[in-house]
């Protein structure tokens, strides 16, 4: 969808989903970004931007998931509605005549509740829509992707473009990582809540393949999180070329050079090495320190900083006792850094009584659909 700003641009309205608890800080990301009629709604942010900004915003968020191009919204509580409405969106504006054009979504509180149909009916009504402006009867959908994603919430149907392709939190530096992978749209939320900016010493005692510590160091250069993948848009022939290149040549202006103190340490030597080498394919291995390490040993020849991490819990009845034994001794760990701050993200129910302390303030996160809670100590 589109309107005219007041110097008469075109702008486009898009949504960037995200995980529940972090709509306020991508919404604030946005607005860093100068995007028009930043609207904040449970997982998504809406926002109005120009062409270009499709590639800024792919690049440059830390904390969304995707960003989607919003085509049009109707009501639709019968799929000949879905039909109809969708026919009438103007998909030959974005739709080569070579382009693909797959379609995934979900219907919550709808009348409309078979995906399976909607994915058929939203697909055929853009056929019929394409072969009357192309004048032609098959596509062999050869050329580049344009992912249809819909959204059918209360009889309501909104249908997009996905112009990010994989998901914004696959950086493309954790090729591998362990059993229990922190997100890494997550994993900058919270260097995000910690404050951090560059200047105290950052460590994760657990830091597992990493994924805090490399997102820690980036926030510290001011570095892109998108600079080193590929979006599905890079390919769409309605937008320039020069945009993408333009938005990395002014990401990479913004970037910070400095001295950092990141330190990450693990019981286990192997997800050391992948740590090592996930910040290599980053290209921060250079600013962190990671090192085979007992956290409930931790000792930092400073006397303040920052912690934030992820400790290790388990599901099953004996992992739990040995996750609720960690989280106690390592309270007792932390109670004896006064001038340190503590972030810890975990998803168990009584993680305060268990570690031994009443957090300062606590946030509801998501990883994936896993329900934590950020605990914060001052």
Request: charged share 30%; glycine share 8%; aromatic share 10%.
């Amino acid at each position: 969808m589109k309107l005219l700003n007041e110097i008469g641009e075109i702008m486009l309205e898009m949504c960037t989903p995200c995980l529940f608890g972090l709509e306020s800080i991508v919404g604030d990301e946005l607005k860093r970004l100068n995007m028009q009629n930043v609207r904040v709604e449970n997982g998504r942010v809406l926002f109005f931007g120009k062409e270009e900004d499709i590639a800024r915003a792919n690049i440059r968020l830390r904390t969304a998931e995707r960003v989607l191009l919003k085509i049009g919204e109707f009501k639709a509580s019968t799929f000949n509605e879905l039909f109809e409405g969708t026919k009438a969106l103007s998909w030959e504006n974005y739709i080569p005549k070579d382009g693909a054009f797959p379609v995934k979504g979900h219907s919550l509180n709808s009348k409309l509740e078979s995906i399976p149909d909607c994915q058929s009916i939203i697909k055929k009504a853009v056929v019929e829509r394409l072969k009357s402006k192309y004048g032609i009867q098959w596509f062999e959908e050869t050329g580049a992707k344009y992912q249809i994603q819909f959204s059918v919430m209360k009889d309501v149907a909104t249908l997009y473009l996905d112009t990010s392709g994989a998901g914004l939190h696959k950086r493309g530096y954790r090729a591998i990582g362990n059993e229990a992978p922190l997100r890494e749209t997550l994993a900058a939320a919270m260097v995000h809540l910690s404050r951090y900016r560059g200047k105290d010493e950052f460590c994760d005692p657990f830091c597992g393949s990493g994924t805090i510590a490399i997102e820690a160091a980036l926030i510290a250069l001011n570095r892109a999180p998108g600079l080193n993948r590929k979006f599905d848009a890079m390919s769409w022939d309605f937008l320039k070329d020069t945009f993408w290149k333009s938005a990395i040549e002014e990401a990479k202006s913004l970037e910070y050079t400095g001295q950092y103190r990141i330190w990450g340490g693990d019981i286990n030597q192997n997800s050391v090495e992948i740590a090592k080498n996930n910040a290599i394919k980053a290209g921060v291995d250079k600013l962190i320190r990671f090192e085979k390490a007992d956290a409930l040993l931790f000792r930092r020849e400073t006397t303040e900083g920052l912690i934030v991490t992820n400790p290790p819990y388990g599901e099953r009845m004996l992992e739990k006792s040995e996750a609720e034994k960690l989280y106690h001794d390592f309270g007792a760990v932390t109670n004896r850094l006064d001038r340190w701050k503590i972030y810890l993200i975990s998803s168990h129910d009584e993680f305060e009584r268990v570690f031994g302390r009443k957090a300062v303030k606590k946030r509801k996160l998501y990883n994936g659909m896993i329900k934590c809670d950020l605990f914060m100590y001052f």
